[in-house]
């Protein structure tokens, strides 16, 4: 790390992988038998947080928004489960380093760790063991995501679409009616007026008193009906199509995630 903290210090702080992704808070601490330094820590991690897993602090800082450790997600999800019961046996040690790909700390005949361990592991550990060992544990945490039992949760869902159908007939057809209809139209007759006219030379004319008739015939004008059939107009039947927006329901049926404890408490995800 990049300096000593204390134990106390990082209960309950945020711990952030390398992406930025927020792992959880710490729960517990664990110190290195040989130096008595912040080792590993404990994050929960899983559904509702009921699983606890192991972080290893190697290469890891802190700052304002928790601490920033070398390993991903996928990779503290799938660590081994173990027990946090407080002491990590050295089997158990030896299980998570693996697990992170990281390399066990060596120690001198006195249970101390060793010198040039101390050294390579505050530089060459970091820079470059530290990235090996983000790359193997993330294949490994795939691993052991891949061989975990899983359940898939399905739904139905509705799938819309429009078909053509046929929804009646229409027939243009035409009857006869008979109406009244009047026109109007001048006419002309003849009729009898007498004009006079003075003789001017009496003794050219023959004169006699006797009774005379003449005849004249008149003439008139009368309206004659004759009916002939015009066309007047065309029309044919012809199809346009309107759009408009309509809605349907149904329903779908789709399953849902329940946890059920040893106490028979019901949990939906």
């Known amino acids: 790390m990049a ?14 992988d390398p992406t930025g992704n927020k792992l959880g808070k710490v729960g517990n601490v664990y110190l ?15 559904l509702f947080g009921t699983k606890e897993s192991f972080v290893p602090l190697s290469g890891a800082h802190a700052d304002r928004d928790g601490v ?16 946090a ?7 158990e040690s030896a299980r998570l380093y693996q697990h992170y790909g990281l390399p066990m700390p060596r120690t001198s005949p006195d249970g101390r760790m060793d010198d040039r361990a101390q050294g390579r592991g505050r530089g060459q550990d970091e820079a470059g063991r530290t990235r090996a060992g983000m790359d193997a544990g993330k294949d490994a945490g795939r ?30 057809r035409k009857y006869v ?40 015939v008149l003439h008139a004008e009368k309206p004659v009906v004759n009916k002939e059939t015009v066309a007047v107009e065309r ?29 028979g408490k019901h949990r939906k995800s």
């Open 3 to 16: 300096k000593t903290m204390q134990p106390q210090e990082l209960i309950d702080s945020a711990v952030v």
């Open 32 to 46: 290195a038998d040989a130096t008595r330094q912040p080792e590993w820590i404990t994050v929960k991690t899983g």
């Open 68 to 83: 920033h450790v070398r390993v991903d997600k996928d990779a503290v999800t799938d660590a081994p489960r173990i027990e």
């Open 85 to 91: 019961d407080g002491h990590l046996s050295a089997e």
């Open 143 to 172: 691993k052991n995501r891949d061989a975990e039992p899983t359940m898939t949760r399905s739904e139905e869902r509705l799938n819309v679409g429009t078909e053509q159908v046929e929804t009646g007939h229409v027939r243009l």
């Open 177 to 216: 009616v008979t109406e009244e209809q009047q026109v109007t139209v001048p006419v002309s007759h003849e009729e009898v007026r007498i004009e006079r006219e003075p003789i001017t030379n009496p003794r050219g004319e023959r004169a006699e008193i006797a009774e005379d008739e003449q005849e004249v």
């Open 235 to 263: 029309a044919r039947l012809k199809t346009e199509t309107v759009t408009e927006d309509q809605t349907v329901s149904g329903k779908v049926r789709k399953e849902q995630f329940e946890v059920t404890d040893d106490e």
